[in-house]
């Protein structure tokens, strides 16, 4: 199972970004699985941002609730993080992640900075 990351970039405070994660592998669908986004800065750990359940359901860090989203397209084997009204301490790189079985399966991680 491979997950990619991508939409990261420069956005200035107060602006959105809108990140995706397309899983693949043979077989291998989103659906009926926990996905889920985090993020990292240098010298922290990383930090859960919010998860899609399988039925479709969603939860978020009290950090990013009201503004960000997190929705999914399984005929594309995606999901996606909204985020908006973004904040400099939102720079970050942001990792999407989904489990399956006992396993979990990590993106490369996809870099957003937030200008003040």
């Known amino acids: 199972v491979q997950l990619q990351a991508s939409g990261g970039g420069l956005v200035q405070t107060g602006g959105s970004l809108r990140l995706s994660c397309t899983v693949s592998?043979?077989?291998?669908?989103?659906?009926?699985?926990?996905m889920g986004w985090h993020r990292q800065t240098p010298g922290k750990e990383r930090e859960w941002v919010g998860d899609i359940a399988p039925g479709g359901s969603t939860d978020y860090a009290d950090s990013v609730k009201e503004r960000f989203s997190i929705s999914r397209n399984i005929a594309k084997n995606t999901v996606y993080l909204q985020m908006n009204n973004l904040k400099p301490e939102d720079t970050a790189v942001y990792f999407c992640?989904?489990?399956?079985?006992?396993?979990?399966?990590w993106g490369q991680g996809t870099l957003v900075t937030v200008s003040s």
């Open positions: 592998g043979s077989r291998f669908s989103i659906n009926g699985k926990y």
């Open positions: 992640r989904v489990n399956w079985g006992t396993a979990t399966s």
